[in-house]
């Protein structure tokens, strides 16, 4: 099992430009989650997927949107980006619904530059 | 004041040294989980706990429920356990989230 995977691993963006962050899990997990974490600071939610075809907002969901395109991937979309997120991006999934029913699984994280 | 508060910030120690990571929360929870956050930036799920103890390794966490507080112990320490290690918790009232310490950055020196 490949466990959770995020594409691209690094990526520069100029002020203005879109992307989208790629996830995907090979685990079955019902659960799955964008954090993104700044320099000497902790994880911050931005969405999440409680089951296949939902998605709620997080802590910091401004200037993102996602997609739960399946239950093995969840896409995080910025439409315009901003200096601001400048930040490493973690893709997370869990068995289960609930954060206390099982452990959480993270991607390798995306370093990502906005200029 | 933050509802997962973790001491000490910072912990520099000599291989070898037993090492405690506190964890002190204001919530009531469904669970408490340990991570481990390495130089390279990858995340680790240590433990998952909802009452007493559980150890793997080197690594050993507890929970003490009625004083809303936990702690990881490494014995023995190794230079390789140098990391960030988060203590998260899920609340009640959260139920999908966690809500997250601020982490504790351990240097063990050779």
């Known amino acids: 099992n490949a466990g959770v995977t995020q594409t691209p691993k690094f990526q520069v963006l100029k002020t203005g430009q879109s992307m989208t962050l790629q996830c995907a899990q090979d685990m079955n997990h019902n659960s799955m989650y964008w954090y993104r974490q700044d320099p000497g600071m902790g994880l911050r939610l931005i969405y999440y997927?409680?089951?296949?075809?939902?998605?709620d907002k997080g802590e910091v969901p401004n200037g993102y949107n996602v997609s739960r395109l399946n239950k093995r991937e969840f896409s995080l979309r910025l439409e315009s980006a901003a200096p601001s997120q400048t930040s490493v991006y973690f893709c997370a999934s869990r068995l289960g619904k609930l954060a206390g029913g099982s452990e959480q699984y993270f991607g390798p994280g995306t370093r990502l530059t906005v200029t | 004041k933050n509802e997962v508060e973790q001491s000490p910030q910072n912990l520099t120690a000599q291989e070898g040294e037993f090492i405690t990571i506190n964890c002190s929360y204001s919530v009531g929870i469904s669970a408490l989980h340990w991570l481990q956050q390495h130089p390279g930036g990858g995340i680790v799920s240590l433990f998952m706990?909802?009452?007493?103890?559980k150890k793997h390794g080197r690594l050993i966490a507890t929970i003490n429920i009625q004083e809303k507080h936990s702690s990881l112990h490494i014995t023995a320490s190794h230079p390789r356990d140098s990391a960030v290690y988060i203590c998260?918790?899920?609340?009640?009232?959260?139920?999908?989230?966690?809500?997250w310490g601020a982490g504790t950055k351990l240097i063990i020196k050779p």
């Open positions: 997927s409680a089951s296949e075809g939902t998605t």
């Open positions: 998260a918790v899920s609340s009640w009232d959260s139920n999908y989230q966690l809500i």
């Open positions: 706990l909802s009452s007493g103890k």
